[in-house]
């Protein structure tokens, strides 16, 4: 017998194991919608003021969170990163801009090897982090940069409520009580040269992004990043999986019950101070040594970089 | 009674016979429901939905990273 959906007793597409619940195409996107506006209210995100950059990459997650954004009537822009990772990169850049003209958005797009002289494959290896290592650095940096080179309030991110749990996953097991106690829906802007980050998908299910794009065709690319293979936040991802198909709502409660009675506890933990990158200017941590020179990761990496590539022409930043 | 399942990432297209709904296809598969969408036709469908001799779906796997299933074996293909 098919599935009834939970609010209107129409025939269901869609289930959420984790709410005891399923929902018909319309009460699904009601559903997505309030799970947004609960974490925006929440944490209080967004206002319908501000200037918000959502960083985006052509998967389902960004494209999705941006789609959710405008839809509430949002002033949400997008930023494309051009990882250099060939057709891979390529596809991705072009379904977000695809996304973008349909809907009348504005898009960035910036480019890595372009603007900084380095692809995330020619880093991996190169920077001694691993390539998912230095992709992650890159974007954290170009993405605030853009954010306050454009005069944008905000970034919005598609971290969902699973990679969310993964990564909380990963920091337990390793206790890493000063990554945990940075890890919330939410990062002020607590210094100038930082831009208040959020994730406004963090209450949404990454199979609940995956259905709404399916659902609103929306254009996503499916294909995995060909560097992703082995990656440990997938094979954490992998585990929880195992977890909440014998208990659904595993995931949820292990991120809220931290996000909600554990996070607060850990306040103490975070307790990197800020200074300024001897470099490039922006926000990095100060030095254990007061005397050594304040560089950030992103430019350390930079450095490491440029000793080991070949000279390549840098066109821009 | 057969039907063709394409899985991807990666993509991987198999036939599997005798499965009368998607959650015993699923099974077959190896896939865990919570980790794929299955679609018909440009249709989600849900673990209960019936299949019929011939349909053509897709199996996406909807985690990132999480490509599972299908376990280095034959092909789940015939079957009585």
Redesign the interface.
């Known amino acids: 017998m098919a599935m009834r959906c939970k609010r209107c007793r129409g025939q269901a597409v869609m289930e959420v194991r984790r709410h005891n619940a399923a929902f018909c195409r319309d009460c699904f996107f009601h559903y997505v919608g309030q799970q947004v506006t609960r974490a925006i209210a929440k944490y209080r995100m967004l206002g319908h003021t501000d200037r918000v950059l959502v960083a985006v990459s052509g998967g389902k997650d960004s494209l999705a969170l941006w789609d959710l954004l405008l839809g509430l009537g949002y002033q949400a822009d997008g930023l494309y990163l051009s990882l250099g990772i060939g057709a891979y990169s390529e596809r991705s850049k072009g379904v977000c801009e695809e996304f973008a003209a349909a809907r009348g958005a504005r898009l960035l797009v910036h480019d890595l090897a372009a603007e900084h002289g380095y692809t995330i494959p020619e880093a991996a290896g190169g920077t001694g982090r691993s390539s998912c290592g230095v992709c992650g650095l890159s974007k954290r940096y170009v993405f605030n940069k853009a954010a306050l080179d454009g005069g944008y309030d905000v970034v919005c991110t598609g971290h969902n409520l699973d990679d969310e749990a993964a990564v909380l996953f990963a920091n337990t097991l390793r206790w890493e009580t000063g990554a945990m106690a940075r890890q919330f829906p939410v990062l002020e802007a607590t210094r100038p040269g930082l831009v208040k980050k959020v994730k406004p998908l963090y209450r949404v299910a990454e199979r609940e992004t995956a259905a709404y794009c399916v659902l609103k065709g929306i254009d996503y690319v499916v294909e995995e990043c060909p560097l992703v293979a082995g990656n440990t936040q997938m094979r954490h991802k992998e585990t929880l999986n195992q977890m909440e198909e014998a208990a659904p709502g595993t995931k949820h409660s292990f991120l809220f019950g931290y996000l909600e009675r554990a996070a607060g506890l850990l306040k103490v933990a975070d307790d990197a101070e800020l200074t300024e990158c001897a470099r490039c200017g922006m926000t990095t941590q100060a030095p254990e040594d007061p005397a050594a020179e304040a560089v950030c990761a992103f430019c350390r990496s930079k450095a490491r970089l440029v000793k080991t590539l070949p000279v390549v022409k840098v066109t821009s930043g | 009674m057969l039907v063709t399942a394409r899985l991807?990432?990666?993509d991987r297209v198999v036939e599997v016979a005798d499965v009368r709904r998607v959650a015993d296809l699923l099974v077959r598969l190896e896939v865990?429901?919570?980790?794929?969408?299955v679609?018909r036709e440009?249709?989600?469908?849900?673990?209960?939905?019936e299949l019929r001799d011939g349909d053509q779906v897709e199996v996406?796997f909807?985690?990132?990273?999480?490509?599972?299933g299908l376990k280095p074996r034959p092909p789940v293909n015939g079957g009585g």
């Open positions: 991807r990432p990666p865990l429901p919570g980790a794929v969408l679609i440009g249709a989600l469908l849900t673990s209960q939905d996406r909807a985690i990132s990273g999480g490509s599972g």
